[in-house]
């Protein structure tokens, strides 16, 4: 029933910005964590942010003070503000939240694509 809904990806110039967003539906729970990761075409999926319900961040090393994550007090939104965005940014973006019970339960979205070109 937990549904992760990614939005708010399409195509970009070598140097702007887009917001993305994921909604979450379905869960009659608050999650630990919910967060970002992003795959590119021949690349593992790799980490891009992630937030604690207590506001904790973590960010991979190649954002570089260029994203921002930030979530609704309910933890059933997340975001992905991105700033100077590059090729090499061009991925397919998914959001991921995680419950912790007597072992966590992760959950994935969709995904979203970006993509960075002039």
């Known amino acids: 029933q937990v549904q992760l809904v990614e939005s708010g990806g399409g195509l970009v110039q070598p140097g702007g910005s887009l917001r993305l967003s994921c909604a979450a539906s379905g869960s009659g729970f608050r999650f630990n964590t919910m967060g970002w990761y992003r795959q590119a075409p021949g690349k593992e999926r790799e980490l891009v942010a992630v937030?604690?319900?207590?506001?904790?961040?973590n960010y991979g090393d190649f954002v570089k003070g260029r994203f921002a994550i930030s979530r609704d007090n309910a933890m059933n939104t997340v975001y992905l503000q991105m700033n100077s965005l590059q090729p090499e940014d061009t991925a397919v973006y998914y959001c991921?939240?995680?419950?912790?019970?007597?072992?966590?339960?992760?959950?994935w979205g969709q995904g979203t694509q970006v993509t960075v070109s002039p």
């Open positions: 991921r939240a995680v419950h912790s019970s007597v072992a966590p339960i992760i959950y």
């Open positions: 937030i604690t319900n207590g506001g904790d961040t």
